[in-house]
Every structure is written in C-alpha cells, then in structure tokens.
C-alpha cells in the first residue's frame, strides 16, 4: 500500500517536472505580436482579429455562435431520435436532466407570464440554452486562424456586441410581440414606454459576458498566471458567468413579457355595475 | 460603426438564433413538454379514476351497512315473532296436556272404580261360595241351629273386614 503511494507520487511529480520543462523549453518558440492592452482592446472590439467565413470576414463570436449553434443541433437531434422515444413514465437520470431543464424554463415562462405563455416558454428555453451553451464554450478554448495569421481562441458568442445586440433586441421583439398579441395597441405602448429595455438588455449581456472573457484573456496572457489560477477563473468567471446570465436574460424576458401581455382589468366597468345594482 | 457594430453580422447573428431557437423548439423542447403533458394527464387520470373508484367504494361500504342494518332489524323482528310464536305454543300445548292429563286421570279413575267394583263383585262371589261351601260343611257335621250360628257369625265377619 505504501509502495503503490509512493509509486502514484512519483509520477505525479514526474509528470509535473516534465510539463514545467516542457513549458519553459517551449517559451522561446512563441513571440507575441500583441501588447497586452491590444490583446484587451482586440477582445473588447474585435477590430483585428477576424475570422473568414465564406469569403466574408467577421467577429470570432459569430464563429462561436455558429458552433454552439451546430453543436446544439445535433445534440438535440441525437435526443430526439435516441432517447425521447425511450421516454419513460419514471424517468431515468438523464431523461429526469432533460425534464427538469424543460420544465425549469417553462415554469420560469408561468411564472413571468401566466397569462400566455406558450410562444415565451420555448423562446427562453432556447435563449437560455444559447447562453449557457455560448459562455460554457469559452471553457474548451477552441482555436481559430485569424485572417491576420495568428490564432484567436473562440469567446463566448454574446462577448461579441454584435450578438448580445442582437439576443437583446430579439427579445425585445418577443417582448413587444406579446404586447401586440395581448393587449394589441395598448401592448405596443406599453412595450415602447420601455424604450430602453433592448439597449439595457443587450449591454447587459455583453458587459457581464465580455467582463468573463477579459479577465479570462488578461489571466491567460501572462504565463505566471497561468497555473492552478485557471480553474478559480474558468468556474467564476465562465460557469457562473452562464447560468447567471441564462437566468438574468429569461426572466428580465419573462417578467416584462408578463407585464406587456397582462389583459386589462376592467375596474370602472365593474364599479358602474356595481352602482346600478345598489 | 462604433465598437465594431457590424449591422450585417448581427442579422447573421439573429438568423443563427433564429434556426437554433427553431430547431431546438422542433426537437427537444416541444416533444419533451408533449411528453410531460401526456405523463401529467395520465396522472390526473389516474387520480380521477381512484377518487371515482374511492367514491364508489364508500357508497358501496354505506349502502351495504345500511342493508345489514335492516337485516339486523328484520332478524330481530324475526326473532321476536318466533319468541311469541313459540310461547304461544308452549302455552297451547301445555293446556293440550293438562286436558290430557286430566282425562286420563278420569279415565283411570273410572277403570279404577270398575275396577274395584268388578273386585267387590268378584269378592262377594267368593264369599257367596264359601258361605255356601261351609254351610254345607256345617250342617253335615252338626245341627241346624249350630250352623245357623257358625252362617251368622261368619257373615258378620266379613261385612266388618269389607267396611273395614
């Protein structure tokens, strides 16, 4: 028992000694091109470092967006034709995840919106799974070749103002959509009395997201942080960046949808009522 | 555009938003609630079949009490009919036996008297016969009048022991 401890031990700090060297030895390989305020200013703005798709260039969390996109796609397929028609009456651990994930957005559609809820639960289920999915990718640190030559590690997707304007304004829509659908044009002037809500929402997101990446981007910049620090990093800055976020966006959605689609009380029709019959 | 706002990638943005919210509504979030709905409705169901059930059951439990109820009462009544019944035929045939009972004491009492009769008859036969026997006796052995004593005397004998 002792040997196999002091076995494990050694190569752990064989392993340990090996990466260090590797590490140290590797340094000179690499050259930064960039200034650590230009490698912020570039994760702030992406003016530089942009990515080719299809001829055109664009911002790498566009890149991120179309992954998390494809990735989620066909996870979702791969449920839906494997493990929905194995759908029990009493769940399994993996149908109970599935359900509680569903039944989580929905609930939060009910409570924001008892009214109608309907269109609003698929939509947060989806700008929730987009959030998560989208922040959570920074944790893999894939890789992308700029069109600059230097390789850029793909950001969350709503790190990209692009698409936190563009998450923020869609919600909007729902939003208004609600409105129009609840109260028609008296829910259009409610939803436009809240003229701030997509700019609020889609800063919102990129702040809160954009704040994760750079602290990420600064932390793996210099390489004595680079160590045990990471992991501090990655879960406060990534995971709990995503599920806060998720939660922060459905139900700013949820509630304000709620509030927009609320049918009107009809009090002084009920208080005329009321005086006839006294 | 400031801080790298690119109108064109944001529309590439929605679109991407746009398949996957479409996509995932298509293959996770519509039949994962359609399930939960069917399961929450098999549920209510179930629930509605056993309260019905219950329902029935309780119903079935207080009819069936207030049927033993009215057996318990109907044998009581039953039993309280027989009661009078039966000692209206004790009574009956007690009467029945004394009167029996009462004629047979009669009757015995009639046979007894024949009875006794036909014995003194019987008796006085006898005594009939052996008066005559001894009187016989008497006058062969001696006189008339010492005969006509021995008759008396004799007779006189057994008229005492007969009241006797």
Redesign the interface.
């Not at chain 2, 801080?3 to 690119?6: A, M, R, V, Y």
């Given at each position: 028992m002792k040997k196999q401890k002091t076995v494990v031990c050694a190569v752990f700090g064989a392993i340990i000694l090996a990466l260090i060297a590797g590490i140290v030895l590797t340094d000179s390989l690499y050259t930064r091109t960039e200034s650590v305020s230009e490698t912020m200013q570039d994760a702030v703005l992406h003016e530089k470092n942009k990515i080719s798709v299809f001829g055109t260039e664009v911002n790498p969390g566009l890149v991120s967006a179309f992954i998390v996109t494809a990735a989620v796609l066909v996870f979702a397929a791969i449920v839906r034709i494997f493990a929905v028609p194995r759908f029990r009456i009493v769940p399994g651990k993996f149908q109970m995840l599935l359900e509680t994930l569903v039944g989580y957005f929905d609930g939060q559609a009910k409570n924001g919106s008892p009214h109608r809820n309907s269109f609003l639960g698929a939509y947060v289920f989806a700008a929730g799974v987009y959030i998560f999915v989208g922040t959570a990718l920074e944790l893999f640190g894939l890789q992308a070749q700029a069109t600059s030559g230097v390789s850029v590690a793909l950001p969350a997707p709503l790190s990209d103002i692009n698409g936190a304007i563009a998450l923020g304004c869609l919600s909007y829509l729902v939003i208004l959509s609600g409105g129009i659908v609840g109260n028609g044009i008296r829910g259009v002037g409610k939803t436009l009395k809240d003229f701030s809500l997509p700019v609020s929402m889609s800063f919102r997101l990129f702040g809160a997201l954009l704040s994760g990446a750079l602290v990420t981007e600064l932390v793996y910049y210099y390489k004595a942080l680079s160590f045990v620090l990471p992991v501090v990093v990655g879960v406060l800055f990534t995971l709990l960046h995503a599920l806060i976020q998720t939660y922060v966006l459905v139900m700013l959605t949820s509630l304000f949808y709620g509030e927009v689609s609320e049918p009107r009380k009809k009090q002084k029709k009920k208080l005329k009522t009321e005086k006839t019959e006294v | 555009m400031p801080?790298?706002?690119?109108w064109?990638?944001?529309?590439?943005?929605?679109l991407?938003?746009t398949?996957?919210?479409f996509?995932?509504?298509l293959?996770?979030?519509?039949?994962?609630?359609k399930?939960?709905k069917k399961?929450e409705d098999?549920y209510r169901e179930r629930d509605e079949k056993t309260r019905n059930a219950l329902a029935e059951a309780e119903e079935k439990a207080g009819e069936y009490a207030r049927r033993i109820a009215e057996s318990e009462k109907e044998i009581a009544e039953k039993m309280a009919d027989a009661d009078r019944e039966l000692s209206l035929a004790r009574e009956t045939k007690l009467k029945e036996t004394a009167a029996e009972a009462d004629a047979l004491l009669a009757r015995a009492r009639s046979d007894a008297q024949a009875e006794k009769e036909k014995m003194l008859e019987e008796a006085n036969a006898q005594i009939e016969s052996v008066v005559s026997e001894m009187a016989e006796k008497v006058i062969l052995k001696g006189g008339e009048s010492a005969a006509y004593d021995a008759f008396l005397s004799a007779a006189k004998k057994n008229g005492e022991k007969h009241e006797s």
């Open positions: - | 801080l790298n706002i690119d064109q990638q944001i529309l590439l943005h929605l991407n938003f398949i996957l919210a996509g995932l509504y293959l996770l979030y519509n039949p994962i609630k399930f939960m399961r098999e």
